[in-house]
Every structure is written in C-alpha cells, then in structure tokens.
C-alpha cells in the first residue's frame, strides 16, 4: 500500500462549485499535513497546513481525521483559477521526518 | 526575497555528457532535497540531506550524485544521463525539524537526454 493515496482525478466541476479531495496515509504516527497546489509544471506551492482542529482560509477548508487516518480539502464557490493538481503531504510518514507526497488530484474549473 | 534557485531552467543533452544541475537557498535551511517529477508518478524524492555533509538517497537515486558541502547549496549530478533520466526536476528546502515546516521548491528545471 502506498503511504499517501489521493484520488488523481481529474475533478472537473463548474464555477460556482463546491468540491472536496481526500487523502490518505498509511502511517498512523505521521505528524503534521499540508495540502500544496501545483500548476502545470510549476513548483508546487503551500497552499495550507492541516490540523487537528481542522483550519479554514477564505474558501478553502483543510481537516485532519486521525482515526481515519486521511485529510481532506474542502473548496467552496470555485473559481477558474483554482483549476491546478492538489497535493497531499505528509510528514513523519514511514518513521522518518521526511515530506511523504501523494501524486495528486487534478481539479478543473469550467464555465 | 526568501527563495530556492536552481539553475538552469531547461537543458537538452546527450547520452552520457556529464551534467550538473544546480540548487541554492538563501534561508539558511538545514534540510534540502531532489524531486524528479514525471506524468502519473507525482513527485518522486531522489536525494536529501539533513544538513552539511549530509545525504541520503530517496526513493530513486540510480544514475544521481549530489554534494553538500556547503549548507546553502545542494546540486544534483547525474554522471552520465540517459534518456530515462528525462524528467522535471525540483529542488527543495526547508528548516531544521520538517514537522510543521514549509517546504520552499525552485522553479524546477526540465531536463531532456537524447
């Protein structure tokens, strides 16, 4: 089993839209999660930091279910220019601090 | 300006000509890393290192070679590339302890070896 699992997609939702992505770890011990968005072959980029508490900023809401063992996003009132590849990161995954990444879920926002 | 810098944007080369390709940050990061990027494989970790002299290989390091002897540069080598080395290449830093830490990327580099 691979140790972060996303939905690839693509989502391809109407403005106006509200869409979700979940993701996945293997690793009950990993410690901290971070959703990044990239754009087509640009660096990826932090777009937040996932707690326990769950965190919201603007229209995008991160939550963490630890029981579960998977984070989501949540995106509200969808825009073109959020169409980008979400990715899923986790650390502490596998017993080491190291970044562990999804491959990503491709949302599309169409007219 | 807080920033990874990795040079050079593109490259083409040939079978077995040597290349470096270079990665340096300017936030005094202890933790600096090589992801290669690839159509449906997301990002896959090649090297890292947790601090000078320091490095470890990631989850595909054949045909890779990096230094880090100095703690604001970290390059990638690859001695002799092949065309499955064709790829699009990060590189990535962040501060000491990574549990809560921003990763900052370069603006990666698109290599091709023909």
């Known amino acids: 089993r691979k140790e972060v699992e996303q939905d690839p997609g693509p989502f391809n939702v109407p403005e106006g839209a509200t869409v979700a992505f979940n993701c996945t770890y293997s690793?009950?011990?990993?410690?901290?999660f971070f959703w990044y968005r990239q754009d087509c072959r640009k660096e990826p980029k932090l777009l937040m930091s996932v707690y326990s508490s769950g965190n919201e900023d603007g229209r995008f809401t991160a939550q963490l279910n630890r029981a579960s063992q998977y984070i989501s996003l949540l995106i509200r009132d969808s825009k073109l220019s959020d169409s980008a590849t979400y990715l899923c990161?986790?650390?502490?995954?596998?017993?080491?601090?190291?970044?562990?990444f999804g491959r990503g879920t491709s949302l599309i926002v169409h007219p | 300006e807080a920033q990874v810098t990795q040079n050079p944007r593109y490259l083409i080369t040939v079978t077995g000509k040597k290349l470096t390709v270079t990665c340096s940050q300017n936030m005094n990061h202890e933790y600096m890393s090589w992801y290669r990027q690839d159509p449906g494989l997301g990002l896959r970790q090649i090297y890292y290192s947790m601090n000078v002299e320091v490095t470890d290989k990631g989850d595909v390091p054949e045909g890779y070679k990096v230094s880090r002897k100095e703690k604001r540069n970290f390059p990638l080598i690859l001695e002799s590339p092949s065309p499955n080395q064709t790829s699009l290449y990060f590189c990535?830093?962040?501060?000491?302890?990574?549990?809560?830490?921003?990763?900052?990327f370069g603006s990666g580099t698109q290599l091709s070896v023909l």
């Open positions: 990535a830093s962040s501060a000491r302890g990574l549990v809560g830490e921003k990763l900052f």
């Open positions: 690793n009950s011990a990993s410690q901290s």
């Open positions: 990161v986790v650390v502490g995954s596998g017993g080491s601090y190291i970044p562990t």
